[in-house]
């Protein structure tokens, strides 16, 4: 059975900043596109970052320059490094875990992930 249980969300000042990780179970790690997607309330979810096995990361243009992505294969774990945090930033954030070949160009694309835990909320303050 496929798992992935996120951790590390809260509440926080704007500029502030907080570690997500997701700890996954269940599929073999290494075969698997990672990423971070968020909802804020009334929204559509929106892509937030991507890291390969290889470790290859890529992000959504908001969050550029601010939050960082990495993978620890040994403890098939994802992490999410969010800093200068804004309100804008508030949402519930979303790991998912994508079959390589089934995500391919289309990382930020939901649809192309079959794995999703059960998510995090993130809530920054003004």
């Known amino acids: 059975q496929v798992q992935l249980q996120e951790s590390g969300g809260g509440l926080v000042q704007a500029g502030g900043s907080l570690r997500l990780s997701c700890a996954v179970s269940g599929l073999t790690f290494s075969n698997y596109v990672m990423s971070w997607f968020r909802q804020a309330p009334g929204k559509e979810r929106e892509f937030v970052a991507v890291v390969t096995a290889g470790g290859t990361s890529n992000f959504a243009d908001s969050v550029k320059g601010r939050f960082t992505i990495s993978r620890d294969h040994a403890k098939r774990t994802v992490y999410l490094q969010m800093n200068t945090l804004k309100p804008e930033d508030t949402a519930v954030y979303y790991c998912?875990?994508?079959?390589?070949?089934?995500?391919?160009?289309?990382?930020?694309?939901?649809?192309?992930?079959?794995?999703w835990g059960q998510g995090t909320q993130v809530t920054v303050s003004s």
């Open positions: 998912a875990a994508g079959y390589v070949g089934d995500v391919g160009s289309g990382y930020d694309t939901g649809s192309r992930y079959n794995n």
